[in-house]
Structures are given as structure tokens and as C-alpha cells.
């Protein structure tokens, strides 16, 4: 099947069957393991930002059947689950996940971040795009406990796009969360294979 890179949203027409996924497996992961090392940004000791693709879900949706067998009643699930987080051709979309091993650090660190879902930003140049954090659920508790895991996108102008693909421009992502602050700037490697998002 030919892939269309430029598709915005995933049918059951795109998906191969759970036998040809059953037999391909093993060969398919070490494909997208492969194609997500570049779309990885590590941001300060704690967090980790895995940019998604139609690509990326369309392998999530492929292991999450093969893994619970749900066949077609799963499957819509998955469709409405992980369609929007195929950017839409303005956009990048990460999945933002605080990875801290020892449990009891990580939940003081988490009960310490409430809201930070709001406070992270790519900067293009001189000009700052802002995090829209996915609206399926809240990712911060009342009391203020944020989740490890977070979906957030950042929509870009046709300007900031195009300052984007200027591969001389720097680009930072960063987060200025009060308990959590850090910055770094995209490898060429993550910038360029990021640009394919943009279409």
C-alpha cells in the first residue's frame, strides 16, 4: 500500500490486515522506532516530546488492535482516539511525556506542575507559537496535579511556517512553567524531518 504522507486522517481503508500486521510485525516496529528518532526533542531531565504523524498513529492504531483484538468495534475507538493527533498541515503535535523512574519523585514532581500543559512554546525567530493542549480530558486535576503524559499542538501561521522551513533560522521549544524551565533548540536532523508536517 502506498502511504499518501500528506493524509490528514486515518479510515480502516488505510490499515492492513491483523494477519499481514501479525506477520510484518516485527519488521514494521523497527520501521517506525527508525522513523521516530528524529521526532524526539528531550527538554530538561524530565521531559520528553514525541512529535506524531499519520504515520505514527496510523502504527499506534495498527499495534493497539493487534494487541487487544477488538477488531472493528475497537477500531472506531482508535479512529476517534488518535485522528487528532494527525496534524492537519498547519500544525505540529507531540505527545509530551514526563518520564522520571523513581515513583515517589514523580509524583511530588507532577503534584508541583499543574497547568503546564499551557506554558510550553516553540519560538521561530523572534516569534513565539503557543501550546493548545488537546481537549479530550483535563491534564491537570483540581488540586492541581498535572498528568505524565500530555497532548498538546501548536498551530502555525503561514509566516511562522515558512520561517520554519528556512533551515537557517533557529528553532527553540521550551517550556516557562514556574517549577519547570528549560529551552533548547531542534537539531537540524528533528527540524527537517518535522518540516514534512507542514502541507
Given at each position: 500500500m502506498i502511504m499518501n504522507k500528506f493524509a490528514k486522517e486515518i479510515t480502516k481503508a488505510d490499515l492492513i490486515s491483523f494477519e499481514e500486521y501479525s506477520k510484518n510485525r516485527k519488521t514494521l516496529r523497527?520501521?517506525?522506532?527508525?522513523?521516530?528518532?528524529?521526532?524526539?526533542?528531550?527538554?530538561?531531565?524530565?521531559?520528553?516530546?514525541?512529535?506524531?504523524?499519520?504515520?505514527?498513529?496510523k502504527a499506534q492504531i495498527q499495534e493497539m488492535l493487534y494487541i487487544e483484538k477488538g477488531g472493528d468495534e475497537q477500531l472506531k475507538d482508535e479512529l476517534a482516539a488518535y485522528n487528532p493527533l494527525v496534524p492537519n498541515g498547519k500544525e505540529l503535535v507531540a505527545?509530551?511525556?514526563?518520564?522520571?523512574?523513581?515513583?515517589?519523585?514523580?509524583?511530588?514532581?507532577?503534584?508541583?506542575?499543574?497547568?503546564?500543559?499551557?506554558?510550553?512554546?516553540?519560538?521561530?525567530g523572534n516569534q513565539?507559537?503557543?501550546?493548545?493542549?488537546?481537549?479530550?480530558?483535563?491534564?491537570?486535576?483540581?488540586?492541581?496535579?498535572?498528568?505524565?503524559?500530555?497532548?498538546?499542538?501548536?498551530?502555525?501561521?503561514?509566516?511562522q511556517i515558512a520561517s520554519f522551513k528556512n533551515l537557517?533560522?533557529?528553532?527553540?521549544?521550551?517550556?516557562?512553567h514556574?517549577?519547570?524551565?528549560?529551552?533548547?533548540t531542534l537539531s537540524s536532523e528533528v527540524k527537517k524531518n518535522l518540516l514534512e508536517d507542514f502541507n
Open positions: 523497527k520501521e517506525i522506532v527508525n522513523y521516530k528518532r528524529n521526532r524526539r526533542v528531550s527538554l530538561g531531565p524530565y521531559a520528553n516530546f514525541y512529535f506524531e504523524s499519520y504515520k505514527t498513529m505527545t509530551l511525556m514526563f518520564e522520571i523512574d523513581n515513583p515517589l519523585i514523580r509524583t511530588e514532581f507532577l503534584n508541583k506542575i499543574g497547568g503546564i500543559e499551557n506554558k510550553i512554546f516553540f519560538k521561530v513565539k507559537i503557543q501550546s493548545i493542549p488537546e481537549n479530550d480530558v483535563d491534564r491537570t486535576s483540581a488540586e492541581g496535579k498535572a498528568s505524565s503524559v500530555q497532548f498538546v499542538h501548536f498551530k502555525f501561521t503561514d509566516d537557517e533560522n533557529e528553532v527553540l521549544i521550551g517550556i516557562d514556574n517549577v519547570y524551565n528549560h529551552t533548547v
